[in-house]
């Protein structure tokens, strides 16, 4: 284990009620201010993956460490250790419905510090902080009830950023966005990397991957990692995507000729 991984996991192995596997024998590095993708089919255990790095589930098998030291469910019943992990390891749902549950949008921006004993001065600044960066200000004193899905799913974002993590984990983030909130999340998430913050996100979003130029680690559809490598190399490897299910192969037949060609619902653009 070297010292610049923020993120060790180790052998992870993880089933639903003891027999129906989500993750098997996983094993991975994150680097500190890595932006890092973990890639798969649906079903393939990418939630459950970043669900044991945050700590909300425990696997079954195997070891996770953040900078050294283990996170498990016996390590985070030392009330020192919990403040230290969940000050610095955020984490992003893919519904913002489960996570936003505070009367007003600034009472959900300054949850997350209150409860880590921050000083309420010091939460109320780093709430308007986020408020002006993630440009919802006028939303302060709405309910989330009242917000379109692309303004929950930048309050739910702005809830874990006033905790100011190092790690920020993000659930299928584009998911059910429109394209203009979809942009300003990427910008967002290549503004948190520039920050030196490590972002790891569980997506099969591709064109969300190719755009961040991230390291990526591929899952397969028998829940185990079928490769990790960069961005270009994963995304540039049709036979590897076909195989994981990521793309597809149609059928086409024109008169009496019949021919194969791959398809992908993602659209790969570089600036």
Same mark, same amino acid.
């Given at each position: ?17 003891? *027999?129906? +596997?989500?993750? $098997? =024998? #996983? ?7 890595? /932006? ?10 990418? $939630? ?8 909300? %589930? &425990? ?8 900078? @050294?030291?283990?996170? $498990? ?24 419905? #489960? ?21 309420? $001065?010091?939460?109320?600044? *780093? ?12 939303? /302060?004193?709405? +309910? ?9 799913? /930048? %309050? ?11 790690? %920020? ?8 966005? =429109? ?16 920050? @030196? ?11 969300? %991957? ?13 829940? *185990? ?27 086409? #037949?024109?008169?009496?000729?019949? &021919?194969?060609? /791959? ?9």
């Amino acid at each position: 284990m070297t010292m610049d991984n923020i993120l060790n996991l180790e052998n992870i192995s993880y089933s639903y009620y003891g *027999r129906i +596997p989500a993750v $098997s =024998d #996983i094993s991975l590095e994150v680097k500190e201010g890595e /932006r890092f993708a973990i890639i798969g089919a649906n079903g393939t255990g990418k $939630s459950t993956l970043l669900q044991i790095m945050s700590g909300l %589930v &425990h696997q079954s098998e195997g070891n996770v460490f953040f900078r @050294g030291k283990e996170v $498990s469910e016996q390590t985070l019943k030392n009330r020192s250790f919990l403040k230290f992990f969940r000050e610095r390891v955020g984490y992003v749902f893919q519904d913002s419905d #489960i996570q936003l549950f505070c009367p007003t949008v600034l009472d959900e921006l300054l949850y997350g510090p209150l409860q880590l004993e921050i000083l309420e $001065s010091e939460a109320m600044d *780093r709430a308007n902080d986020v408020l002006k960066m993630l440009e919802i200000e006028e939303l /302060r004193d709405r +309910p989330s009830y009242m917000l379109s899905g692309g303004e929950k799913k /930048r %309050v739910a974002i702005g809830s874990v950023l006033t905790i100011n993590p190092e790690v %920020v984990l993000f659930d299928e983030p584009t998911n059910g966005l =429109d394209p203009r909130t979809q942009c300003f999340l990427v910008e967002l998430l290549l503004a948190l990397s520039e920050a @030196g913050k490590t972002v790891v996100i569980a997506t099969h979003d591709l064109s969300l %991957v190719a755009e961040l130029e991230t390291k990526v680690a591929l899952l397969s559809e028998e829940h *185990r990692i079928e490769k990790i490598g960069g961005s270009d190399e994963i995304l540039g490897d049709e036979d590897l995507l076909l195989k994981a299910n990521l793309i597809h192969e149609h059928l086409h #037949i024109h008169g009496e000729k019949a &021919h194969k060609h /791959r398809h992908s619902h993602y659209f790969f653009h570089k600036h």
